[in-house]
């Protein structure tokens, strides 16, 4: 069955910036009508959507984090990924990749477009400190 | 913004209680609500999609209604096994945008 396993420095300085890679095993990334996700949880607190990606490079972000955010896909190697620039303790947190699936309902004006995250990795702390 | 308020913050109940959580959005969001399951240490695990549709592979004691600004979240009889925090996802698409609400933690009295 398709699994997402995120990876990357667990530890980065402040002002520099964060990259994590998530790999999907197991089906391909292009298949089928999924978005790509990532999402983060600070220690002890809720869920933050941070973006989503398609495989065709079409990318949305999270208003409050989109100006440092950058999302990409390599279907290649199966993969997308997450940059974060200039980075704060703020941004210390879990990060989890996510699967997006992607219906629609309807067409033309009463067309309506529905998702969630259906399928997640098992995510990996990134800590920001000097 | 949208923004979602979820109660309670925490529950305790007991093994076979009906277990009851809301979501509120500030403003209409049709049905795009969706609740997640988590338990410690573990990504979150979609269990309804859509306010009501039951995620496959869901036991059927989870359930969720609701439409437009006021949604709930169901277990109809409580298992030491759903003991995790629970959140409701609301999502947009004019732009896609999506909002977790705060959880709530679900503990065995």
């Known amino acids: 069955q398709v699994q997402l396993q995120e990876s990357g420095p667990g530890l980065v300085k402040p002002s520099q910036t964060l990259s994590l890679t998530c790999t999907v095993s197991?089906?391909?990334?292009?298949?089928?009508?999924?978005?790509w996700s990532w999402i983060r949880q600070p220690a002890g607190k809720g869920l933050e959507w941070i973006g989503r990606?398609?495989?065709?490079?079409?990318?949305n972000y999270n208003p409050s984090l989109k100006s440092r955010v950058t999302i990409s896909v390599d279907t290649s190697k199966n993969q997308f990924s997450l940059k974060l620039s200039s980075v704060t303790a703020a941004d210390t947190a879990v990060y989890y990749c996510?699967?997006?699936?992607?219906?629609?309902?309807?067409?033309?004006?009463?067309?309506?477009?529905?998702?969630?995250?259906?399928?997640w990795g098992r995510g990996t702390l990134v800590t920001v400190s000097s | 913004d949208i923004q979602m308020t979820q109660s309670p913050s925490s529950l305790s109940a007991s093994v076979g209680d009906r277990v009851t959580i809301t979501c509120q959005a500030s403003?209409?969001?049709?049905?795009?609500l969706n609740w997640y399951q988590q338990k410690p240490g573990k990504a979150p695990k979609l269990l309804i999609y859509?306010?009501?549709n039951l995620e496959t592979g869901v036991p059927s004691r989870f359930s969720g209604s609701g439409s437009g600004t006021d949604f709930t979240f169901t277990i109809s009889s409580l298992q030491p096994e759903d003991i995790a925090t629970y959140y409701c996802?609301?999502?947009?698409?004019?732009?896609?945008?999506?909002?977790f609400g705060q959880g709530t933690k679900l503990e065995i009295k």
């Open positions: 996510a699967r997006v699936s992607h219906f629609n309902y309807g067409s033309g004006s009463y067309l309506t477009s529905h998702w969630y995250f259906d399928l």
């Open positions: 197991g089906g391909s990334i292009s298949s089928g009508s999924y978005y």
């Open positions: 990606i398609y495989t065709s490079g079409s990318t």
């Open positions: 403003q209409d969001i049709s049905n795009y």
């Open positions: 859509d306010a009501s």
């Open positions: 996802q609301q999502y947009d698409n004019l732009p896609p945008m999506s909002t």
